[in-house]
């Protein structure tokens, strides 16, 4: 998410291109390919931030298209406080996203996160989920099942993101479950609106496509360890969930002009 506080720049997707310019708030969702552009001068604050959600199914799902929204007096106070309050954050150590988008960095920051005080976690957390929300309201979401999430899928859901490098199965999650293979798999695309297999490739591709762009990993040892057994059968994976290659998205991920 980013506020503009003075400048000018633009943000651009595969569909569209935005002007970044001062009083605005924009949110890129996770895994959005998106190319950002400044030819004199922008002034902006940032806040990266991940989304779990109890029944694994990220609220943008639907949407991974770049938003932005007018920011109120509140949005500025707020952001500004949020920077406050989390010093040590800052990202102009470098202009260069290949030098800050880094694990070393990225680890810097997580450390930081579990030193912080009880109070100052839970202020960060809600102005966080304050400035998340104005964004929320532009959005038309289906309403939700009346059933409550099976806690079937949602076992499954857990076990598949605490074992992402392992070989996992549907036979297996159905055994784990205690449940025949094709009543899990119902139950499964019922509440997620996906196959068991097609979800364990979602959830592998996102890991991998944050370790594309925070770490100097090979491919190979990236699709190692997001449970893929070679690097062909991980790029074609990848090339069908995000449309270009692992190394195309690294690179356009890295692209700042």
Known sequence: MYYIDAGEGAISSATE????????????????????????????????????????ISLFKNNRNIMKIKASELDISIFQNLLKINPGRGINRSDNPEIYEKEAYYKEYRDLNRTIKTSVKFESQGIILMLLSRFIKTLSFKSNNSEKISSIVLDAINFIQLNLENTISVSDLAENANQNRDYFSRKFLEHTGQRPLEYIHEKRIERAQYLLVTTNKTLLAIAIETGFNNSPHFSKIFKNKVKITPGEYRKQSLRIT
């Open 17 to 56: 291109t935005l002007a970044m310019v001062q009083g605005y708030l924009y949110l890129i969702p996770s895994f959005t390919v998106c190319n950002l552009k400044c030819t004199d001068f922008l002034s902006q604050y940032f806040v990266q931030f991940f989304e779990e959600s109890p029944d694994g």
